[in-house]
């Protein structure tokens, strides 16, 4: 109940104000399991895949979320709640990872579609990048659910960082064909084959998306800008400390 009118207030905004044009609508199945592998481009990733779909869709959410004190904490978790995200606690690199698959298990067992970034965080830059092979494949081995790779397309552009008001425009979501990675059932024990897995997955997503593909992880680029931009800042305030030391020198003199 709380997820339909969440969805009937907050998709039907969404899709009022921006608009958001679909591909593929007819490739997710109207019941039964299936697991929806996006790219992540931006926060509202989250609220536009929901918004265009007719069945609910479940991602997880960190249990922060869900555990705030007080009147916005409070509704801070009725939110999240509402609009299907599901807690889990990654308090812990591994355990959480553990309780995310079994998380999501649970919802393609019980016969829902279950969310899910194959690359881990959003994109620092709108590039497609190596998909983390833990969960996406451990559950579509351990379940036999069909994948169905999804793009979204320049959501990024509507609210970039440190952009306070949103842009009204339109975003794209391009759905793809399921994958069926049966001939692999139960093998999610095995590493090589988790890898091949997310691969293909990641192809298919590229395709869909046209995004160019950078064979790293995305936390690991969000490091390396980081530590690209520290480097730079240092730079300037080392050249502007020389600056002043020189002209000082050329006032004495």
Do not use: C
């Amino acid at each position: 109940m709380i997820y339909g009118a969440m969805k009937f207030s907050i998709g039907g905004g969404l899709k009022l104000a921006f608009r958001p044009w679909v591909e593929g609508l007819e490739n997710i199945p109207a019941q039964g399991p299936a697991i929806l592998a996006s790219n992540h481009l931006s926060f509202s990733d989250s609220f536009f895949l929901p918004a265009v779909l007719d069945r609910k869709v479940t991602f997880i959410a960190k249990s922060e979320y869900f555990t705030g004190s007080g009147v916005k904490g409070k509704l801070t978790a009725a939110f999240f709640k509402g609009v299907g995200q599901l807690p889990v606690d990654r308090s812990g690199a591994r355990g959480a990872g553990e309780a995310a698959i079994k998380a999501g298990i649970a919802v393609v067992e019980s016969g829902g579609l279950f969310g899910i970034y194959p690359e881990g965080t959003r994109s620092p830059d709108g590039r497609l990048y190596r998909g983390k092979p833990g969960g996406l494949a451990r559950v579509a081995l351990a379940t036999g659910a069909p994948v169905i790779p999804v793009a979204m397309i320049d959501t990024e552009k509507i609210q970039p960082p440190g952009q306070v008001v949103p842009k009204l425009m339109r975003p794209g979501i391009r759905i793809g064909k399921p994958l069926d990675f049966s001939r692999y059932h139960g093998m999610d024990g095995d590493r090589f084959i988790l890898r091949s897995v997310t691969d293909e997955v990641m192809y298919e997503i590229m395709k869909l998306s046209g995004q160019e593909y950078v064979d790293i992880y995305a936390t690991a680029a969000k490091r390396q800008i980081a530590d690209e931009a520290k480097h730079r800042a240092e730079a300037e305030k080392n050249a502007g400390a020389q600056k002043n030391t020189g002209g000082e020198s050329g006032t004495r003199g």
